[in-house]
């Protein structure tokens, strides 16, 4: 079995973020970039495939020199060979087509995305993805088996779980739930020192069209000002809530 994982190069949730060009471009100094963590997810399940039923496990992303040391950490967690496809990532659909490209040509069995990223959570990628392959999609799966040609997966509704059967060649949405946190992958020192070793294959973009462009961003709000109230003066509370808050 064929497995390839996208990979997206996210800022850590730490991070602070802030915005150049009229807050138009998300401004990268001083931020520490991550796999994003429902792609970890899925990185991590593919693993399991590998070592449980000999999966060859490649990892793909859209992006510049700058993401290569994201790439070599999922290396270092077990992946095999490495993509990157030198362009910057600007939409979802400019993204699953330079994707759909590398993926219909290495005849991929299971491609494994995260349900979304955690920097602009647009979550189109997948089912684009899909699309343009004509390959079954599941979304905010949470559990997935292979058999032969059958996978057999769990994903998350409202209120519950679904579980569904579909044919190879599938293409799924990942997120925590798919493996437990607790069986992330952490790179050892030999993974680390093989993963430098490894291929990490820079393919040229095919110059998929751009479908849609950010004009603006803009940060939440700042946090208003605490207010302590006694709790003996019921009186000014439900002043506050009523006449401030207006939410009674």
Same mark, same amino acid.
């Given at each position: 079995m064929k497995i390839l994982v996208c990979i997206s190069h996210v800022p850590d949730t730490t991070s602070k973020i802030n915005f150049t060009d009229g807050d138009?471009?998300?401004?990268?100094?001083?931020?520490?970039?991550?796999?994003?963590?429902?792609?970890?997810?899925?990185?991590?399940r593919a693993m399991w495939f590998k070592e449980k039923q000999g999966a060859s496990v490649d990892i793909i992303n859209v992006g510049g020199a700058e993401t290569e040391p994201t790439l070599r950490k999922a290396l270092a967690i077990g992946a095999d060979t490495a993509i990157r496809i030198n362009t910057a990532p600007t939409d979802g659909f400019q993204v699953?087509?330079?994707?759909?490209?590398?993926?219909?040509? +290495?005849?991929?069995? !299971?491609?494994?995305?995260g349900r979304?990223? =955690?920097?602009?959570?647009? %979550?189109? #990628?997948?089912?684009?993805?899909a699309g343009m392959l004509k390959a079954n999609f599941?979304?905010?799966?949470?559990?997935?088996e292979i058999?032969?040609?059958?996978?057999t997966a769990i994903r998350e509704?409202?209120? +519950?779980?679904?579980? !569904?059967?579909?044919?190879?060649?599938?293409? =799924?949405?990942?997120?925590? %739930?798919? #493996?437990?946190?607790?069986?992330?992958?952490?790179?050892?020192?030999?993974?680390?020192?093989?993963?430098?070793?490894?291929?990490?294959n820079v393919v040229e973009p095919s110059g998929a069209e751009v479908?849609?462009?950010?004009?603006?961003?803009?940060?939440?709000?700042?946090?208003?000002?605490?207010?302590?109230?006694d709790p003996e003066n019921l009186d000014q509370l439900i002043d506050l809530l009523h006449n401030e808050a207006k939410v009674i």
């Amino acid at each position: 079995m064929k497995i390839l994982v996208c990979i997206s190069h996210v800022p850590d949730t730490t991070s602070k973020i802030n915005f150049t060009d009229g807050d138009r471009k998300f401004d990268t100094n001083g931020v520490q970039f991550v796999i994003n963590p429902n792609d970890e997810f899925g990185l991590t399940r593919a693993m399991w495939f590998k070592e449980k039923q000999g999966a060859s496990v490649d990892i793909i992303n859209v992006g510049g020199a700058e993401t290569e040391p994201t790439l070599r950490k999922a290396l270092a967690i077990g992946a095999d060979t490495a993509i990157r496809i030198n362009t910057a990532p600007t939409d979802g659909f400019q993204v699953a087509k330079e994707l759909a490209k590398v993926a219909s040509e +290495g005849n991929y069995d !299971l491609i494994i995305c995260g349900r979304e990223s =955690i920097d602009y959570n647009g %979550g189109m #990628v997948p089912g684009i993805l899909a699309g343009m392959l004509k390959a079954n999609f599941i979304n905010t799966c949470i559990g997935l088996e292979i058999e032969g040609d059958k996978a057999t997966a769990i994903r998350e509704i409202d209120g +519950g779980k679904e579980t !569904l059967t579909a044919s190879l060649p599938l293409v =799924i949405g990942g997120q925590k %739930g798919l #493996v437990e946190e607790s069986d992330l992958k952490i790179p050892n020192m030999r993974g680390i020192m093989q993963a430098r070793k490894k291929p990490l294959n820079v393919v040229e973009p095919s110059g998929a069209e751009v479908a849609t462009k950010a004009v603006k961003f803009e940060k939440p709000a700042p946090k208003g000002e605490v207010k302590l109230v006694d709790p003996e003066n019921l009186d000014q509370l439900i002043d506050l809530l009523h006449n401030e808050a207006k939410v009674i």
